[in-house]
Protein backbone atom coordinates (compact mmCIF):
# COMPACT_ATOMS: atom_id res chain seq x y z
CA UNK A 1 0.00 0.00 0.00
CA UNK A 2 1.05 3.35 -0.75
CA UNK A 3 1.77 5.62 2.31
CA UNK A 4 2.20 8.58 0.82
CA UNK A 5 1.79 10.83 -1.99
CA UNK A 6 4.89 10.71 -4.32
CA UNK A 7 6.55 13.63 -5.53
CA UNK A 8 7.67 14.05 -8.96
CA UNK A 9 10.32 16.55 -10.28
CA UNK A 10 9.49 18.26 -13.54
CA UNK A 11 12.32 20.33 -13.89
CA UNK A 12 14.65 20.51 -16.81
CA UNK A 13 11.90 18.39 -18.30
CA UNK A 14 13.02 18.29 -22.16
CA UNK A 15 16.36 16.54 -20.93
CA UNK A 16 14.52 14.57 -18.17
CA UNK A 17 11.64 13.37 -19.84
CA UNK A 18 12.30 9.79 -19.95
CA UNK A 19 12.80 9.27 -16.35
CA UNK A 20 9.71 11.70 -15.64
CA UNK A 21 7.90 9.58 -17.64
CA UNK A 22 8.96 6.50 -15.53
CA UNK A 23 8.10 7.83 -12.31
CA UNK A 24 5.11 9.48 -13.51
CA UNK A 25 3.94 5.91 -15.30
CA UNK A 26 4.81 4.14 -11.84
CA UNK A 27 2.50 6.83 -9.68
CA UNK A 28 -0.15 6.52 -12.32
CA UNK A 29 -0.10 2.42 -11.58
CA UNK A 30 -0.19 2.63 -8.49
CA UNK A 31 -2.12 5.57 -6.21
CA UNK A 32 -3.31 7.39 -9.17
CA UNK A 33 -1.90 10.57 -7.45
CA UNK A 34 1.20 12.63 -7.75
CA UNK A 35 2.73 16.13 -6.83
CA UNK A 36 4.56 17.97 -9.26
CA UNK A 37 7.13 20.37 -8.06
CA UNK A 38 9.26 22.66 -10.40
CA UNK A 39 6.65 22.58 -13.23
CA UNK A 40 6.35 25.83 -15.28
CA UNK A 41 3.19 27.54 -13.90
CA UNK A 42 4.19 30.79 -12.35
CA UNK A 43 3.66 31.29 -8.41
CA UNK A 44 2.36 34.60 -9.03
CA UNK A 45 -0.07 33.33 -11.51
CA UNK A 46 -1.63 31.10 -9.68
CA UNK A 47 -1.98 33.29 -6.49
CA UNK A 48 -3.79 35.79 -8.31
CA UNK A 49 -6.11 33.21 -9.53
CA UNK A 50 -7.15 32.47 -5.84
CA UNK A 51 -7.32 36.06 -5.44
CA UNK A 52 -9.85 36.57 -8.11
CA UNK A 53 -11.93 33.54 -6.90
CA UNK A 54 -11.87 35.21 -3.38
CA UNK A 55 -13.50 38.01 -5.31
CA UNK A 56 -16.24 36.28 -6.75
CA UNK A 57 -17.12 34.21 -3.80
CA UNK A 58 -17.49 37.19 -1.82
CA UNK A 59 -20.17 38.27 -3.88
CA UNK A 60 -23.82 38.33 -2.54
CA UNK A 61 -25.41 34.92 -3.24
CA UNK A 62 -27.91 36.79 -5.99
CA UNK A 63 -25.37 37.66 -7.85
CA UNK A 64 -23.78 34.79 -8.26
CA UNK A 65 -26.85 32.51 -8.69
CA UNK A 66 -27.16 34.76 -12.24
CA UNK A 67 -24.30 32.72 -13.51
CA UNK A 68 -25.74 29.49 -12.38
CA UNK A 69 -24.34 26.35 -13.96
CA UNK A 70 -25.76 25.41 -17.80
CA UNK A 71 -23.88 22.84 -19.98
CA UNK A 72 -21.14 22.11 -17.16
CA UNK A 73 -20.24 25.70 -17.03
CA UNK A 74 -21.26 27.96 -13.91
CA UNK A 75 -21.97 28.51 -11.21
CA UNK A 76 -22.87 26.04 -8.67
CA UNK A 77 -24.12 26.59 -4.89
CA UNK A 78 -24.05 24.69 -1.53
CA UNK A 79 -25.14 21.16 -1.98
CA UNK A 80 -26.05 21.46 -5.06
CA UNK A 81 -23.31 18.75 -6.54
CA UNK A 82 -23.68 14.90 -4.93
CA UNK A 83 -20.07 13.69 -5.42
CA UNK A 84 -21.22 10.00 -3.90
CA UNK A 85 -24.89 10.22 -4.34
CA UNK A 86 -24.95 6.07 -2.69
CA UNK A 87 -23.78 7.69 0.57
CA UNK A 88 -24.35 11.22 0.56
CA UNK A 89 -28.16 12.42 2.11
CA UNK A 90 -27.09 16.13 1.54
CA UNK A 91 -24.97 17.13 -1.43
CA UNK A 92 -21.85 18.79 -1.00
CA UNK A 93 -20.78 21.35 1.47
CA UNK A 94 -19.21 23.47 -1.19
CA UNK A 95 -19.39 25.97 -3.89
CA UNK A 96 -17.29 26.03 -7.44
CA UNK A 97 -17.80 28.00 -10.57
CA UNK A 98 -16.63 26.08 -13.49
CA UNK A 99 -14.96 27.59 -16.59
CA UNK A 100 -14.47 26.38 -20.45
CA UNK A 101 -11.64 27.46 -22.19
CA UNK A 102 -11.01 30.84 -23.17
CA UNK A 103 -9.79 31.65 -26.93
CA UNK A 104 -8.32 35.09 -27.52
CA UNK A 105 -10.53 36.57 -24.98
CA UNK A 106 -13.19 34.97 -26.16
CA UNK A 107 -15.76 32.22 -23.86
CA UNK A 108 -19.30 31.05 -25.08
CA UNK A 109 -20.48 30.60 -21.67
CA UNK A 110 -22.00 33.39 -18.91
CA UNK A 111 -19.20 34.91 -16.65
CA UNK A 112 -19.67 37.29 -13.89
CA UNK A 113 -18.13 41.13 -14.37
CA UNK A 114 -15.28 40.14 -12.31
CA UNK A 115 -14.29 37.27 -14.24
CA UNK A 116 -14.69 39.14 -17.24
CA UNK A 117 -12.75 42.21 -16.49
CA UNK A 118 -10.36 39.37 -15.93
CA UNK A 119 -10.84 36.90 -18.86
CA UNK A 120 -6.74 38.05 -19.96
CA UNK A 121 -5.51 36.75 -16.95
CA UNK A 122 -8.19 33.53 -16.46
CA UNK A 123 -7.21 32.93 -20.41
CA UNK A 124 -3.38 32.37 -19.51
CA UNK A 125 -3.91 30.83 -16.07
CA UNK A 126 -6.20 28.10 -18.31
CA UNK A 127 -3.64 28.08 -21.01
CA UNK A 128 -0.68 27.37 -18.44
CA UNK A 129 -2.69 24.66 -16.41
CA UNK A 130 -3.60 23.36 -20.04
CA UNK A 131 0.50 23.74 -21.09
CA UNK A 132 1.18 21.11 -17.94
CA UNK A 133 -1.71 18.81 -18.78
CA UNK A 134 -0.07 18.28 -22.46
CA UNK A 135 3.49 17.91 -20.68
CA UNK A 136 1.81 15.46 -18.74
CA UNK A 137 0.05 13.48 -21.67
CA UNK A 138 3.72 13.39 -23.38
CA UNK A 139 4.93 11.21 -20.25
CA UNK A 140 2.31 8.76 -20.45
CA UNK A 141 2.93 8.50 -24.17
CA UNK A 142 6.48 8.07 -23.86
CA UNK A 143 6.13 5.66 -21.06
CA UNK A 144 3.45 3.28 -22.95
CA UNK A 145 6.04 3.60 -25.94
CA UNK A 146 3.78 4.86 -28.33
CA UNK A 147 5.29 3.96 -31.75
CA UNK A 148 5.91 7.13 -33.86
CA UNK A 149 4.11 6.18 -36.61
CA UNK A 150 0.95 6.46 -34.10
CA UNK A 151 1.84 9.76 -33.25
CA UNK A 152 4.77 9.02 -30.67
CA UNK A 153 4.73 11.64 -27.72
CA UNK A 154 1.95 13.30 -29.30
CA UNK A 155 -0.87 10.39 -29.09
CA UNK A 156 -2.53 11.79 -26.84
CA UNK A 157 -1.52 15.58 -26.47
CA UNK A 158 -3.21 15.73 -29.92
CA UNK A 159 -6.58 15.17 -28.54
CA UNK A 160 -6.16 17.70 -25.95
CA UNK A 161 -6.14 20.71 -28.61
CA UNK A 162 -6.59 23.68 -26.46
CA UNK A 163 -7.93 25.52 -30.37
CA UNK A 164 -10.56 22.95 -31.33
CA UNK A 165 -13.94 24.08 -30.95
CA UNK A 166 -15.41 21.20 -28.68
CA UNK A 167 -12.00 21.57 -26.35
CA UNK A 168 -14.32 20.53 -23.49
CA UNK A 169 -10.94 21.10 -20.70
CA UNK A 170 -13.08 22.74 -17.46
CA UNK A 171 -11.18 25.30 -14.90
CA UNK A 172 -13.00 25.27 -11.37
CA UNK A 173 -12.80 27.20 -8.71
CA UNK A 174 -13.64 25.87 -5.36
CA UNK A 175 -14.67 27.41 -2.23
CA UNK A 176 -15.44 25.23 1.13
CA UNK A 177 -17.21 27.98 3.73
CA UNK A 178 -15.53 28.12 7.19
CA UNK A 179 -17.56 26.53 10.36
CA UNK A 180 -19.07 23.93 8.90
CA UNK A 181 -19.55 21.79 11.86
CA UNK A 182 -22.60 23.19 12.90
CA UNK A 183 -25.07 23.27 10.16
CA UNK A 184 -23.47 20.58 8.01
CA UNK A 185 -23.82 17.10 9.23
CA UNK A 186 -22.32 14.52 6.33
CA UNK A 187 -19.19 13.15 7.64
CA UNK A 188 -17.41 14.53 4.67
CA UNK A 189 -17.56 18.05 2.73
CA UNK A 190 -17.07 16.73 -1.14
CA UNK A 191 -18.11 13.13 -1.30
CA UNK A 192 -15.68 10.43 -2.43
CA UNK A 193 -15.46 10.27 -6.20
CA UNK A 194 -13.30 9.38 -8.95
CA UNK A 195 -13.05 12.71 -11.18
CA UNK A 196 -14.35 12.21 -14.65
CA UNK A 197 -11.66 13.34 -16.89
CA UNK A 198 -8.45 12.36 -18.37
CA UNK A 199 -5.87 14.67 -15.65
CA UNK A 200 -6.55 16.82 -13.19
CA UNK A 201 -4.53 19.18 -11.60
CA UNK A 202 -5.60 20.60 -8.25
CA UNK A 203 -3.98 23.74 -6.74
CA UNK A 204 -4.75 24.23 -2.73
CA UNK A 205 -4.25 26.98 -0.88
CA UNK A 206 -3.15 26.99 2.73
CA UNK A 207 -5.91 24.35 3.87
CA UNK A 208 -5.68 20.72 3.32
CA UNK A 209 -8.23 18.20 3.78
CA UNK A 210 -8.19 16.48 0.68
CA UNK A 211 -7.59 12.53 1.08
CA UNK A 212 -6.75 10.02 -1.23
CA UNK A 213 -8.14 5.91 -0.93
CA UNK A 214 -5.05 3.89 -0.88
CA UNK A 215 -6.78 0.66 0.09
CA UNK A 216 -10.53 -1.31 0.70
CA UNK A 217 -10.38 0.59 4.06
CA UNK A 218 -7.42 3.31 4.09
CA UNK A 219 -7.40 6.91 3.16
CA UNK A 220 -4.39 8.96 3.42
CA UNK A 221 -3.95 12.88 3.49
CA UNK A 222 -2.68 15.12 0.32
CA UNK A 223 -2.03 17.80 2.37
CA UNK A 224 -0.97 21.18 0.83
CA UNK A 225 2.96 21.01 -0.28
CA UNK A 226 3.87 25.11 -1.28
CA UNK A 227 4.29 25.26 -4.79
CA UNK A 228 3.48 22.29 -5.50
CA UNK A 229 0.27 20.67 -8.09
CA UNK A 230 -1.39 17.77 -7.03
CA UNK A 231 -1.92 15.51 -10.57
CA UNK A 232 -4.80 12.69 -10.40
CA UNK A 233 -5.87 10.08 -13.33
CA UNK A 234 -9.10 10.97 -14.36
CA UNK A 235 -11.89 7.88 -15.31
CA UNK A 236 -11.66 8.57 -19.02
CA UNK A 237 -7.48 7.35 -18.59
CA UNK A 238 -8.52 4.77 -16.73
CA UNK A 239 -11.31 3.20 -19.13
CA UNK A 240 -9.07 4.06 -22.17
CA UNK A 241 -5.94 2.40 -20.90
CA UNK A 242 -7.99 -0.60 -19.69
CA UNK A 243 -7.19 -0.19 -16.13
CA UNK A 244 -3.48 0.61 -15.86
CA UNK A 245 -4.04 4.22 -14.98
CA UNK A 246 -5.62 4.19 -11.88
CA UNK A 247 -8.35 7.08 -11.41
CA UNK A 248 -8.30 6.86 -7.13
CA UNK A 249 -11.29 7.77 -5.15
CA UNK A 250 -10.56 11.05 -3.11
CA UNK A 251 -12.56 13.17 -0.86
CA UNK A 252 -12.54 16.00 1.33
CA UNK A 253 -13.27 15.98 4.89
CA UNK A 254 -13.57 18.28 7.71
CA UNK A 255 -10.41 19.05 9.99
CA UNK A 256 -10.08 21.41 12.69
CA UNK A 257 -8.75 24.75 11.24
CA UNK A 258 -11.91 24.57 8.77
CA UNK A 259 -14.18 25.83 11.64
CA UNK A 260 -12.10 29.25 11.30
CA UNK A 261 -10.99 29.37 8.00
CA UNK A 262 -12.55 29.21 4.34
CA UNK A 263 -11.00 26.81 2.31
CA UNK A 264 -9.92 27.71 -1.21
CA UNK A 265 -8.61 25.09 -4.04
CA UNK A 266 -8.62 25.03 -8.27
CA UNK A 267 -9.07 22.23 -10.19
CA UNK A 268 -8.46 22.05 -13.94
CA UNK A 269 -9.83 19.02 -15.56
CA UNK A 270 -8.00 17.65 -18.76
CA UNK A 271 -10.67 15.92 -21.42
CA UNK A 272 -9.85 14.75 -24.64
CA UNK A 273 -11.88 16.59 -27.06
CA UNK A 274 -15.79 14.90 -27.28
CA UNK A 275 -15.21 13.31 -30.43
CA UNK A 276 -11.98 11.23 -29.58
CA UNK A 277 -13.15 7.36 -29.39
CA UNK A 278 -11.22 5.60 -26.10
CA UNK A 279 -10.19 2.92 -28.57
CA UNK A 280 -7.29 0.62 -28.04
CA UNK A 281 -4.12 2.25 -27.12
CA UNK A 282 -1.38 0.82 -29.31
CA UNK A 283 1.16 0.11 -26.42
CA UNK A 284 2.41 -3.30 -25.57
CA UNK A 285 1.95 -2.33 -21.69
CA UNK A 286 -1.69 -2.13 -22.14
CA UNK A 287 -3.99 -4.86 -20.54
CA UNK A 288 -5.90 -6.62 -23.65
CA UNK A 289 -8.87 -6.87 -21.04
CA UNK A 290 -10.90 -3.90 -19.98
CA UNK A 291 -12.22 -4.40 -16.55
CA UNK A 292 -15.66 -3.76 -15.59
CA UNK A 293 -16.92 -0.19 -15.24
CA UNK A 294 -19.58 0.16 -12.49
CA UNK A 295 -20.08 3.85 -14.13
CA UNK A 296 -20.94 2.27 -17.10
CA UNK A 297 -24.14 0.72 -18.15
CA UNK A 298 -23.66 -3.32 -18.96
CA UNK A 299 -24.64 -2.92 -23.18
CA UNK A 300 -21.67 -0.29 -23.32
CA UNK A 301 -19.14 -1.93 -21.87
CA UNK A 302 -17.30 -3.49 -24.19
CA UNK A 303 -18.20 -0.70 -26.41
CA UNK A 304 -15.89 1.67 -27.78
CA UNK A 305 -16.99 4.91 -25.99
CA UNK A 306 -15.86 8.52 -27.07
CA UNK A 307 -14.57 11.03 -24.49
CA UNK A 308 -17.75 13.20 -24.70
CA UNK A 309 -19.93 9.88 -23.89
CA UNK A 310 -18.08 8.92 -21.25
CA UNK A 311 -18.50 12.20 -19.90
CA UNK A 312 -22.19 12.70 -20.40
CA UNK A 313 -22.49 9.59 -18.33
CA UNK A 314 -20.65 10.96 -15.06
CA UNK A 315 -22.38 14.02 -15.12
CA UNK A 316 -25.52 12.53 -14.96
CA UNK A 317 -24.61 10.26 -11.85
CA UNK A 318 -23.27 13.96 -10.15
CA UNK A 319 -26.31 16.04 -10.83
CA UNK A 320 -28.96 14.09 -10.17
CA UNK A 321 -31.70 17.15 -10.15
CA UNK A 322 -30.11 19.35 -12.64
CA UNK A 323 -29.33 18.23 -15.69
CA UNK A 324 -26.16 19.10 -17.58
CA UNK A 325 -25.73 18.79 -21.03
CA UNK A 326 -22.79 19.12 -22.71
CA UNK A 327 -22.95 20.65 -26.24
O1 LIG B 1 -11.21 20.71 -3.48
C1 LIG B 1 -10.48 19.73 -3.52
O2 LIG B 1 -9.44 19.67 -2.86
C2 LIG B 1 -10.81 18.56 -4.38
C3 LIG B 1 -11.86 18.84 -5.42
C4 LIG B 1 -12.15 17.67 -6.27
O3 LIG B 1 -11.73 16.57 -6.01
C5 LIG B 1 -12.98 17.84 -7.48
O4 LIG B 1 -13.58 18.91 -7.67
O5 LIG B 1 -13.06 16.88 -8.28
FE1 LIG C 1 -11.99 15.27 -7.70
Known amino acids: MVHQLPIIDFSDFENRSSIIAQEVLYACKTIGF ?21 KFYDLPLEKKEEVSIQNNR ?3 GLFVQKLDPDSQKQGDHKEAFNFGPFIDGKYDYPLPGVFDTSKDQLEQFSRAC ?30 HN ?9 LRFLKYPKGVESTYKEPVRAGAHTDYGSITLLFQKDIGGLEVQA ?37 VTHMPEHQMFDRYSIACFG ?21 FYPEIPEHLQDK ?24
Open 34 to 54: FYVVNHSIPKEMIQDAFSLSK
Open 74 to 76: GYT
Open 130 to 159: HATIVQILETFAIALEIPEEEGGRDYFSRT
Open 162 to 170: YYEQDCAQT
Open 215 to 251: SRTEWISAPVIENAILVNVGGVFDFWSNGLLKSTMHR
Open 271 to 291: QPTRNTPLNAIPSKLIPKERP
Open 304 to 327: ILTSGDYLQLRLDAAYENSKQTLK
